[in-house]
């Protein structure tokens, strides 16, 4: 029997292989990257290949800065609305896939079963939660990739010279805005430009007329922009603006006025781009402008924006350590329009209208730091009043002073 016994063991051992371990090293996990749905980054900050740069909605450029073609306090906005890409465009805060064994090992006997043989095993790890949609929704929702606070913050102050005469007028204009974006804007690719703004605007003047303003009135707006895709042979730019312009002792349906501004680009060559469109100004005396011009860039040192209401020659200047200096000249087309309280208590509706050219310079630095000064002459003034327009008025020529910084 034991003969018999031993024989049987013996065919079942050829019968049976026995797999010893291979020798071999395991395979290298791979790390995760942010080209892997759901994983972390490997590198902090990265941005997926396939993110979009948010175009500047007026330049078609990621680092150039356009103007405010209307603007209550001009053109200093030009260099002001810089715009840089949207943090987390790779989604840094997705969170990878869960294991399909949660913690426990495939090699091990389902919960509770009693192990046969081996060491003990670690008390069972509960199965995973069951999903609804286990695969996900195809989309993970990051408040980042829908809007970025905030894009960059501006503050910027317009000084224009009074005097000693009847007819002058000083003016000072204060004004403070900031950026956020909307990227990919309504699925086009491109982003949507949203700018909060306040300004105060302090008046010196006239004396020893009929006519009067009051010391200070104010103009709150949001703005909206937004162009096509650069890369196009033809385009659009798009603005909106809706604002309250008064001195808030009269506030009526006057003083809430939209303004707007549409362009067609077609981009001729690669350094010369043509513009056509309007503005739609919604002052008093004039309600909407014919805009365009060209914008040619010979270089990338120079900039030749022959933009009308507001051309502007912008070239590079030099480096002073970590900032990048560029000098300019330009012209605007300045002023705005308001609803006042007269000195006699009635209300009334006004524009300030003026042509303006200056020259300064601006910088740009580390972090997205930007900054000018500039100094011009302001002529062809006029103070116009809809109510009573028999105190109209024409301001003497003077000077202005104007800086800015934007980080």
């Known amino acids: ?97 869960a294991s399909p064994y949660g913690a426990t090992t495939p090699l091990a006997p389902p919960p509770g079963a009693p192990p046969t043989f081996g060491p003990p095993l670690a008390p069972a790890t509960p199965p995973p939660p069951q999903y609804v949609f286990p695969n996900g929704t ?54 949507l430009f949203i700018s909060p703004a306040f300004a105060l605007h302090l008046w010196d003047g006239p004396m020893n007329l009929p006519a009067d303003l009051p010391g200070s009135a104010y103009s709150a707006y949001l703005d909206a922009q937004w162009a096509s895709d650069p890369t196009l042979q033809l385009g ?56 365009g011009g060209l914008l040619w860039t010979p270089t990338p040192q120079v900039r030749f924006d022959i933009f009308f209401p507001q051309p502007r020659l912008s070239a590079y200047l030099t480096t002073v350590g970590r900032y990048e200096l560029w000098w300019y000249v330009a012209g605007e087309y300045g002023g705005g329009a308001w609803t006042i309280q007269r000195a006699d208590g009635t209300s009334d509706r006004i524009d300030i209208n003026d042509i303006r050219v200056s020259a300064g310079i601006e910088w740009t630095g580390p972090r997205g730091v930007t900054g000018f000064v500039e100094g011009g002459f302001v002529f062809k003034r006029q103070v116009i009043y809809v109510v009573t327009p028999a105190d109209n008025f024409n301001p003497g020529d003077s000077y202005m002073v104007r800086a800015g910084i934007s980080f």
């Not at 405010?68 to 200093?76: I, R």
């Open 236 to 291: 659009v730019e798009l603005g909106f603006r809706l604002g309250v312009y008064t001195d808030f002792h009269t506030l009526n349906d006057h003083s809430l006025r939209p303004q707007g501004l549409g362009l067609g680009v077609f981009r001729l060559t690669p350094t010369l781009t043509a513009k056509v469109g309007a503005m739609y100004l919604n002052r008093n005396k004039i309600k909407i402008l014919p805009a």
């Open 1 to 97: 029997m034991l003969l018999a016994a031993l024989a049987v063991c013996a065919s079942a051992a050829q019968a049976q292989p026995i797999q010893f371990p291979r020798s071999g090293p395991p395979a290298a996990s791979v790390p995760p990257t942010l080209n892997t749905p759901g994983s972390f980054p490997t590198t902090p900050g990265a941005t997926t290949p396939g993110a979009t740069t948010p175009i500047n909605p007026y330049t078609g450029s990621a680092a150039a800065a356009p103007f405010d073609p209307y603007s209550p306090s001009g053109s200093a906005a030009y260099q002001f609305w810089s715009t840089t890409p949207p943090s987390n465009a790779g989604g840094v805060f997705a969170q990878p896939s």
């Open 138 to 191: 195809g989309q993970q929702f990051d408040i980042t990739q829908t809007v970025r606070f905030i894009q960059d913050v501006r503050l910027r102050d317009t000084y224009v010279g009074g005097g000693n005469d009847p007819n002058d007028l000083g003016i000072n204009d204060t004004e403070v805005a900031a950026t956020f974006t909307v990227p990919n804007f309504l699925t086009t690719g491109q982003p």
